[in-house]
């Protein structure tokens, strides 16, 4: 699945991407977002592949937007003015929409992005396949010390604004590091952990339970699931349900 942020001052521009988006199997909306700053501040806790963003904002533009980040994820521009074209692509993008955006031309970008997606997490699993084959914990620092944490053993994390809580399986009480949840998801394997909450990020192999749009764990821990990730979750869900009944 492909993370993808919308910024756009224009709430009907938003809701028209955001309907596009949902239309496109591949791709997920993790956040619409009305200016710069607002962006910059999903970024920072979000993991995002791709941005579909307006040039033309009040504030900060988009090639200005784009410009600041010091590791920008791919960008589709979207405007309403052609002029701007060239100004886009001076700063990479992987296509440029203008307005009005017919669901053709989107999803003529969207593939674009698919391929580019595809090109880099090739290379990246090449290179991780000769770095290191057998990743199978993490290391993190708490209080003073470094803690060695099997992958495996990790039920599940908590974000506490600059913290993280890492709740392990046989430990009374959750590991605390001063770590970002986008550090920590970025260094978990997608096949097994998912982001099910704003706040919470989940070991898909310790899910034993889902009641009510919430994860149970021990059966006195409820994990919400959050607006956001509940199709993604779901979709999880139903691709290993067995006995659908009528």
Known sequence: MIRCIIVDDEPLAVAQLEKYVARVPFLQNVCSCSCASEAAEALEKEIVDVMFVDINMPDMD???LV???QDPPMVVFTTAYSEYA?????VDAVAYLLKPIGFEDFLKAANKVYEMYSLRKGVQASHAAEEDASHDCLFVKSDYRVLRVPIDSIKYIE???EYVRIFVEGKAKPIVSLLSMKKIEESLPESSFMRVHRSYLVNLNKVKEVSKMRIVYDGDVYIPIGEMYKE???????KRFVGKGK
Do not use: A, C, K
Not at 86 to 90: A, C, K, L, Y
């Open 62 to 64: 988009g090639v200005q």
């Open 67 to 69: 410009r600041s980040l």
């Open 86 to 90: 060239i100004e886009g692509f001076r």
């Open 159 to 161: 974000s506490m604004s």
């Open 232 to 238: 993604h979750f779901f979709e999880y869900i139903e």
